[in-house]
């Protein structure tokens, strides 16, 4: 069982900067690919960025490239996001999620967090 909980998440201006993490406990935890989604008000939750247990492989999805970046420290077991130049169209909760197979963890993880909030006012 593997255990996720984010925060970072709060309120920014549009073009401001924000950095989520995810913590995550458990057993073997750090085998895991980890990843992102967020879903927005009236949508349906979408994936954003993955990272694989060793870090080596990062995915973003192609409408957020340039500006989010994922990264993850083995030691702390922790993974995070960074966002920058934010906009409204990003106001959503933000999910942590793992996996232990790479190409499900883009899709269909194994774990979730329970999401933390950004709302990005204009």
């Known amino acids: 069982q593997v255990q996720l909980v984010e925060s970072g998440g709060g309120l920014v201006q549009t073009g401001g900067s924000l950095r989520l993490s995810c913590a995550a406990s458990?057993?073997?935890?750090?085998?895991?690919?980890m990843a992102w989604f967020r879903q927005s008000p009236g949508k349906e939750r979408e994936f954003v960025a993955a990272i694989s247990a060793n870090g080596a492989l990062k995915h973003y999805v192609d409408s957020v490239k340039g500006r989010l970046t994922i990264s993850r420290d083995s030691a702390k077991n922790a993974v995070y996001l960074q966002i920058n130049n934010l906009s409204p169209e990003d106001t959503a909760l933000y999910y942590c999620a793992a996996g232990v197979r790479w190409v499900a963890v883009t899709g269909t993880p194994d774990y979730w967090g329970q999401g933390t909030q950004v709302t990005v006012s204009s």
């Open positions: 458990g057993r073997g935890v750090s085998s895991y690919h």
